[in-house]
Each structure stands twice: as C-alpha cells, then as structure tokens.
C-alpha cells in the first residue's frame, strides 16, 4: 500500500469509524434498499482497507475492512462515492447492481499532503518556506545502513557525500553550502520530534517519512541548532484497522568499483634501476602475491527487519526489530546493528491522548588504518606500494608477518589490516520519549514530551605483540574507552488555531530544555605475554595516561510562531525564538532570533481562474535568523588548563601532583554565531498535477561565524581563542521538477529531477588571516589547502606545473612571482573543490507487478587534490608504483606527461584533477505479486526485489572514485583523496513481505 | 469540566515555568579560571590565587624542557649538527632534506614548528614572571618569589638565545598580553601579532634578564636540573661570545666565574655518554662536569628515553 502523510490519515480513519457506527445504527430503519458489497483494490490490485464509501447526497455510508470489502444498503438508483486519501475520489452509479468492485487510482494531487514543519505540520500548498521531501518509497529496498545516504540525490539543495567507503563511514551532508569554518556544519536531525546531531542507530526501515527544512523561516523554528538545516524524520506507527506482519529482508554482496594496477616484479626492477637507488633485490624472486586478491574481498551485506503493528480509534502500536551487518570489502572493517523500536500511542481521555517512542540500538564498527602512507601502515596505499615479491608471512618465523623490503620502509597490507583487526567500537543508544497532548478545546492543544537520549560507547584496540613490526616494538597494546552521554530533552508546545471568514490563524508557542552530561573513561597498556588474552589485565605496563573525563551542557529554548492564511491567497507566518546556551559566556548567552515568511497564491485569485492548466502557482519569500554553537567546546569561553601528569616514580617526585598549563585564552565576549538567510522561490503545478517545480534562490549570510583562532605563539600563554571571528556566505539557486510522465492504472513513469547551485565564499576573518590544513605524504610534507578571506573554503594551494620538461624529465613549477627562483611565494591556489552544481535524477517506472527504480546522481566542476598519486606515481623512493608510471620519460627528447623517476615532487596542480562525476547511484526492480495469489497461501503482500549500488560511474577521475574526502565531515577540506578507503558497488537481492 | 480544564491550565503553567533549565555549568574535569585565581575588589583578575597554583606554574616550567623535546633537543641538534655536515640527514622527508641540502624555505615543517615552540615556551614564563608578585597568598615569601621569578628569566634568556642565533630577528616579548575583547581588539592586535626586533636588541634583552636574574637565582649545587646562578653565567659567558654584543673580557669573565662555583672536568670523559653495565640506564647524572641536566627516566613513554 502507498504510504501517504499518516497524521492526517488516521483522524479522518478515526472519524470514519465513529460515523460508520452510526451508520449502521440507522441502517436498520431503511427499507426498499439493496445491500452492495465489493472490493476495494489499489493500482496494485492489493485490498485498500478504510476506504470510505458513501452515498451521495447523503452522510451515510461505511468503509472497507481489511479485506478491502465493504457492504452498503443503498437505493438501486443511488451513485456510490468512493474515496480515501492519495487515491482519486470516483464516483459510481449502482444501477441496480449487488457488486461493485473498484480498483482506485492513485491521485496524483499532492497538494493537500502534510508537510511536517516543525512542532506542527501543513498542508503542503501552505508552505510559505523552503522544504525538500525525500521520497522514502524505495528507502526499504535500498542497501541503506545510514538513513542519510538516503537523501543523495534526492533532495535540491542538500549535498551528501559519502567521504569514503568504509561501511561505517558517516555522511556528509550540507544543507545550501558550508556555513561554518571549523564549527559544526552537520544539519540538526529531529527525529520524531527529538533532535540530535548522529542518526547511524536508526534503520531505514523504521522511516515513515522524511523532510529536509532548508531555508531560515523554516529551520527558526529549531533556531539554536538549525544553522545548517533540520532533517525532520518521522518513523513509523501503527494503523487504525490494519494488524499487519511486515518483513524485510536483503542479502547481497558488495565489491570494489575500481582498481589502480601496481607495477610487477620486472617493471619494479627497471623502476629501481632508473632511480639508481642503493637497494639490490635478490635475483630468484618471482610475482607471488596479488595484494589486492589479499586485501580486498567480495563481501557479504545483510538485512533482515521484522515488525508488527495495529491499531484502533483510541491506540495504536508499531514494533520493530532488525539486524544489520555490512562487511567491508576490505576484510577487518565492518558495521553491524541490532535495532528494535516500540511506538505506542493511547487517546485515554476524550481530552487526553499519551503516546511513548522507545528504541534501542546496538551497533559495532570496525575500520582499517587509512589516510597515511605504507611507511606508517595505511592500508589502500600499501596495496599498490608493496611489491609482489613479497610473501604474507615471514618464512623464518612463520608467526610474523614478512617484513624485509631491502630497505624500503613500508609493511604490506595484510600486516597492515592486522594491525586493527581486534578493534571494535560499540555504541549502544537507547531513546525513551514519553508524550501527552491534552486538549482543551478542539483548537488548543498542549503537546509536552520528556527524551531521554543515552548512548553508551565501548571502544577497545588490541594489537598482537608478535606478528606486526609494530607490535613488536611495543610489545602488544591494548586500549580500552567508555564513555556515557545522557541528553534530556524537555519540550512544551501550545497550539491554538482560529478561523473565521478567510482568516486562519495559527499560533504556537513553546519552550525547549535540553541538558547533556558526558563521561569518559580510557585506559591503555602494552606489554602482553602474547595475542591470546586480550583485555588491559594481561598488559604488565598500564599507560600513565590513563583517566576518567566528565562534561555538561544545557541549552534552554522559548519559541513562537503565528502563521495567518487568507483565504489560501496570501500566506503568512513568523516565527521568534530565543535561546540561551551555557557554553557561551553568561553575558552573552541568550540569542534572539526571528524570521518571517510570506507566500501568495496566485492560482487562488480570481484572475487566474480560467487558467485550467496551473493547479497552483504560488509565489514564497523568507527572511530569518538563526543560531549556532554546535562547534564550540563545552566551556569555549572560559580559560581552560591543561593537565600534566609528572612522573612519580622518578626521584624527589613521589608526592607531587599534577602540572598544569594554559590551554587557551579566555573569551569574555563568546556569543552565538549568527546566520541570516533570504530566500525566494516559486511553486508551479500544471496539467492536472502531472508537473511540479519548486525553484527557490537563497543568500545565507554567517556572522559572528564560530572558529578557534590560532594566534601567533609567544604573546599569551596560550595561543588559541574561540571567537566570533569571521563572516561567510552562501548564494544558491536550486531547481526541483518532478513528472508523472504516465499514470495509467498499469504503467505509470515518474521522473524526479533536481539540480543545486552554490556558491560559497569566506567573506572575512578578524585576527588571523591565512589558514593551512591537509598536510598528506610525509615526503612532501606541504600544506594542500589553504583558507583566506574571498576565497570559497577549501582551496588547493601550490605550485602550478607546467608539465615534464622533454629535455631533464623533471616536473616544470611556474615562478609565478618572476623572481627568478622556485620557492614557496610561487604557491597559488591550484583548485577548487566545490562543486558548480550537483544534480539527482530518479526515474520509477511500474508496469503491473513490476516496478523499476533508477537513481542518477552527480556533481560537476569539483577539483580533488589527488594525494594518493604522490605516492603511487611519485618515485622517490623503493615502493612500488602503479603502472600509470609506465610512461614516465627516459630519455631526453622524449614528450611524456609523466615525469622522470625521482623526479621533484612538491604540492602542484600535478595532482589535482577534475572529480566530475555521473553516476548511476542505484537501481531496483521490484515485483509485486498478485494479490489473488497469495491470499491462498495467507500472505497480504509479496514483494522480492534486487538492487544495484553504484553500478556505473562516468568521470575523468584517475584515482579509485571521485566521491572521496579524506578529511571526512571537515568544513575547511575537501576533495582529497589520500589512501582513502574507496567506494563499493554492492548488489542485493530481498524480499518484502506482509502478513 | 470547567474546574477541571482550570486545573490543567495551572499544572500546565507551572510545568512551563519548570523546565527552564539551568545554564550554568563549570567545568566537571578540567582547571579553568573558575577554579584558579579569583577577581580583585577592584574586578581585574588575579590570575594566580595560591602558592600552590603558582608552584604547578613554576614545575610546569621544567616540564617544558622535558615534554617538548623536539625544540629542545631533537630539531636544535639536527639544524647545527647537519647543516655544519656533523651528520646527515636522517631520514629522506621533505622536513629534513632541506637541512642536508641547504634549500631550506620558509614552509619547511621544522622551523615553522620550532619558531612556535620556542615563543609559546617564552609566552609560559612571562606568565609566570608577570604574575607571580600579584598573588595573594601570604604564605607565599618573598624569598622563593624572587628564587622562582629569577629562574623563569633565566629560561626566558635560554630560548631567546637560541632562537636568535637561528633566526636573527625574532619579537622581544616580556609581557603578557592582555585578553581580546570586542572593545580592545584594535588596541592588542599588535601585541598578538607583534613586530620583529633586531638581534641587537634580543641580545639586550637576554643579558638584561641573566643579570638580573643571578642575584635571586638558587646557588650551583649538587642538583643540576635547576636554572641556577652558573646557568645564568654561562649563557652570559655565550651570548657575549656573539657577534652583535661581543666583549671576550665578558666572556672570559663570566665562564671565570662558573668556575669559580664550582664546576670541574670529569676524569673519564666517556662517563659523560656512556650507559650504565646493566645498560638499563645512563651511567651518570649530575657530575661534576654539567651545569645545567635535562633528566629523563625511562618509563615516561618519551621518545629520549
């Protein structure tokens, strides 16, 4: 069955219900009637139960049951109404008929759905601000482990990134652009009403629906928090008259997208040879190992969801439980989850409804040394940088990993997977809400709900004392880390609506508390007898490091807002807040933030009445503040020290205490960073809803923006200061069109397209002018990134190469001063890695059973700075290479673009390269089996599927993919691509099935 | 009904007015200004309250040596010893070639983290010399106040020394600057981002802490891990041995009177370098022959160690 707003669903099912019982008291007094009964069916020939059936002209009627069948006594000349929400209201005569069988079509009018807004909902026609609904449709079908994969490509304005292809790799996300330098810039997650900042426990499964709020009126109203948009998710809660299993389960396999060849042993040979090293190799070595058959693996990904809900007028439930294991293709990484989720909700009293929201998760990750070279055990780069001579095992000591480069200073990647493969890190999280909503009058209502968020996380490390070289020379290392968080949220929200005439009002007004309280415990030791026990009890040397660390926080929230609707012409609404937040100083603390949004509704007017072909066309405007301090430390303001332990056991030191040291300069002035947005947009539906676009430009101003400041050393005893400390901007156009190219009852086409445009620029910076960041390969050991005011955030900076000098071999660098020597003023910016636009397109196309889901998705102009090549195409030294340097010139006169082995290497547009990309994200064919069928066998729905992942990918890219950012969520660095864990296409094949 | 909703409105009033949470939170694991130091009748703060506060200042000082010995001891041996062909580089590391090479630049890593550490070490001990005369702690005398302050110059005089004998021009910092507020930031901008001196007058600066640090410095005595009244002396003795202040009377002067506190050569000049038999230590510390030890025990987990 299709899923439409629930909110709105129930209360008419639940009004239905009451009218039916009173339906059928008066039935009996009718007489001369016949009694019709029937079927009704949905597009996919499933039973649509509480379908309303009514005749017309009157206010009797009934609805469907749960086989979709329903039994009216009615007038043979009287017409039948049918109707139920999402599907289009038809209307037949009986003509003196016994059986009316109807299949309904789907409406395509989308117009009267709600749109959750934050502490209330709309419908969507009213919306005066800038909002993306993600279809979660095809969410189930999806190899989805983290719920915001799910909005790549899907949603205008919103960029998700995949930084790297570990399976527990969190999202990037970024709602119109990069607002912040080195605070957070993460969206703020609401879900169920419940905000957070991490949604890895959730399951896809468990999403009813989910809407991203994207400009400032829209976001206000979760104003401290939502500076970089709000993701509002709903999960899912139990139907009125619909007791119903439902399972799902997926199993698939997931593989590299690509692969960079090393050289073999003959060509190492020659390579060593041309760079005239002092390193002679043994002549009976041969090619023995295929360290990418050794270190990557077709790996196993599963999913298996069970829940069971029910509901009546007064209550209803939902109860789920799953598990989720993805194993990395690289062997020692993976993710694993068990989910269970309860959602309960009870109308008491007439004037009472309580509800409770609990779920638990428990989850546990696993991921591999990367961002670093072979000489320090990265795992990606020493694949290409080990040679094939090499076997995994020493042969002399046959419990070490081999280790003898003849004199190259790398271990290869089995050692190098080994290194972390006793790591676990598991979190477990456990949400408990607990709501009433009272109701004082049918136009008031009070909403209070109490959280509990806790997560516990355990993280241990151990690393074998033998077999790694590391090991070794630590004798074995073990760590062990536990931290706490409990974060209680409290909120109260008063509702109140009034309409009269054309004039709609609604108000809302409410507060929000929420406190945290944070502990961490770690431990470490080294010194094992051996790998068999691994807990800290078994290390003889316990780390002086050792210690347990608290922290807290609270931020306190009132908040308003009065929407007012004029005859569903003009549209207005306004929003105020303040907030307070005890990690800025207490004379600063509190920020207020308004906003206001207006629309009109041109497709309302009088003037527009005779255009049949516009259902709406409506015109939005926005303005509005919003907060954060999300980046900022728990006691950002105050002058904070450091701890030193002194070495008690050394002599004169067996009673001192610790040492402390200045960690940072206060800041008395610490306040709220502030960002203002504007936003216009444009809402066109045409020919009979059949095309929808939504085309919204925004300027998002940050002021007051958050940073820690690194001052020149040797003025202060500390050097750094969180400050208030510059100005950024976003400017953005995004595009939203979305088709119903074919509805026939048995083939429809929709297509759903959206593109983004942003650009961001840093506009100003207080103190410090000029930031570094991304120093990758310790050969060449530069900055790649540097960040200063009228410059977009994360520009490459380096030398420009002018390619290979045909004559020497060498890499030619621009002067670009002119001063006659190569030297660091040369430096410029080399690329950038913000995207000109990134787009999404998905296509469903569904004939009868079948349905077919294809997502494409891309981003074009992005540079990435291609960090990985200095070591696998640099040459400096005896690693191997990858056979890109096959090219590389020899001789003088020779016209290559790869220069000479040992050639000069510095950070240069030499590796920076165009990280446009299409890509076919994903696909899904799924069939759905007729109804009839399986009712024998008792099964209400039967739904297998496969899905492919990142099967196809179109880019100039030379690296392992072009989705890539080592430094993961930072704000300052992207686009590079440093011994990244690469990206995985996977293939899975499920089933979906309701009982 | 009615009394019934009227109820409800008040537990609904008084709910609303509860959840106004508390926002003031002090740190729970971390020393801040809330437990150090106090504000004055006047409001300016002290930033040092007690003896105790000031004395992990003072031991943080020798900490400094030992817990950042890249500056120190690592990198200060690299860039003489390799530079003047003593040794080679190490390693083949953009960070080090340069030295080995001499195409040494300003974005080389090691100078860059060194110039930092040494002025953030200067930064420590004007903390200490700048504010250890305003703490109120009776109990803390005036003797072991001037003893440590003296100390702290010394330090002050060790870094500049080195620093301007690598670099040349170097800012002369002796005061804490003050904090940055929206309302002062013109007027301590320049004081957080201050203008190199001369040599010359890095120079003056050093003699001008060293001698007026010798007369409360502790005396030379069996204990060599502190900066006494011979460190002083001797870092005098060198930095008049330099160039832009050279007076070789002062030299032989001063090294005279290191002498004279007395300081003598080892017999056996391999006790100096050497491990101990058993190999799990070095052979001796503090003889006769050092002035000033850096002393470092093994199980610190240092990489000197």
Partial sequence: MKKKTKILKQKILCSLFLLSGFFLLTQGSLAQELTVSGTVTDEQDMPLPGASVIIKGTTMGTITDMNGEYSISADPAATLVFSFIGMKTTEIPVDGRTVINLQMEEELATLDELVVIGYGSVKKKDVTTSISTVSTRELEKKPITNVAQAIQGRAAGVSVIKPNGAPDAGMVVRVRGTTSLNGNNDPLYVVDGVPMTDISYLSANEIESMQILKDASSAAIYGSRAANGVVIITTKSGESGEAKITFNGHVGITDLTNKIEPLNLEQYRELLSDMELNISLPDNLTDQTDWYEETYQTALTQNYQISASNGDEKMNYYITGGYTREEGVIEVSFFERYNFKANLENEIRPWLNVGANVSYSDYTGNGIISGTGANRAGVVLSVINTPTYAPIWDTEKPDRYYNNFYGVNITHPVENMSRSEDNRSNTQRLLATGQAEITFASNLRLKSSITLDRSYNHSVSFLDPVKTAWGRSNYGLGSDNRSLSTVMVYDNVLNYNKSFDNHSFDLMAGSSGTTSEWSQSYQSASHYRDGSIKTLNAANKISPGNGTVASEWAIMSWFGRLAYNFSDKYLLTLNMRADGSSKLHPDHRWGYFPSASAAWRLSSEPFMAGIDWIDDLKIRGGWGQTGNQSGLGDYAYLERYNIIRQNWWEEGNQNATVILSQANLRNTDLTWETTTQTNVGVDLTILRNRLTFMMDWYYKKTTDMLMTVDLPAGSAAANTISRNEGEMTNTGFEFMLSSHNFTRPNFRWDTDFNISFNRNELTALELTKVYNYAVTSEFVNEYAVRIEPGRPLGGFYGYISDGVDPETGELMYRDVNEDGILSTTDRTYIGDPNPDFTFGMTNTITYKGFSLNLLLQGSYGNDIYNASRIETEGMYDGKNQSKAILDRWRIPGQITDTPKAGFDIKTSSYFVEDGSYLRVKDITLAYEFKKAFLSRLGIARLQPYVTATNLLTLTNYSGMDPEVNQWGNSGAVQGIDWGTYPQTKSFVFGVNVEF | ?305
């Fill in chain 2, 1 to 305: 009904m009615r009394t019934n909703i009227l109820t409800k409105v008040i537990g609904i009033l008084m709910l609303l007015a509860l959840v106004s949470c508390s926002l003031d939170k002090d740190p729970v694991s971390e020393f801040s200004e809330v437990t150090l130091g106090r504000s004055d009748d006047s409001g300016d703060r002290i930033k040092f309250e007690t003896r105790s506060e000031m004395l992990s200042q003072y031991e943080g000082m020798y900490e400094l040596f030992r817990g950042r010995q890249e500056h120190w001891y690592l990198d200060y041996l690299m860039i003489t010893e390799v530079r003047s062909d003593n040794a080679y580089a190490g390693t083949v590391g953009a960070e080090v070639m340069p030295f080995e090479d001499n195409s040494l630049d300003g974005g080389n890593s090691v100078i860059t983290r060194d110039w930092n550490r040494y002025l953030e070490d200067i930064a420590y001990v004007n903390s200490i010399i700048e504010n250890i005369d305003l703490v109120p702690d009776p109990s803390f005398s005036d003797l072991e106040r001037a003893q440590w302050k003296a100390e702290a110059k010394i330090f002050r005089a060790m870094v500049m020394l080195d620093m301007v004998r690598f670099w040349g021009n170097i800012p002369v910092i002796t005061k804490e600057a003050e904090d940055i507020t929206a309302a002062n930031i013109e007027e301590v901008y320049p004081t957080y981002f201050p203008s190199q001196n001369t040599p010359q007058e890095a120079y003056q600066q050093i003699i001008k802490d060293l001698t007026s640090a010798i007369p409360d410095a502790p005396e030379a005595s069996q204990n060599k891990t502190i900066l006494s009244k011979a460190v002083a002396r001797s870092l005098l003795a060198k930095a008049y041995a330099e160039e832009p202040v050279r007076d070789y009377d002062k030299v032989i002067a001063y090294c005279d009177s290191v002498i004279n506190d007395g300081f003598s050569l080892v017999d056996d000049y391999s006790l100096l370098f050497r491990m101990n038999e058993a190999g799990t230590d070095i052979a001796a510390r503090n003889t006769s022959e050092s002035i000033f030890e850096i002393q470092f025990f093994t199980g610190s987990g240092n990489w000197v160690t």
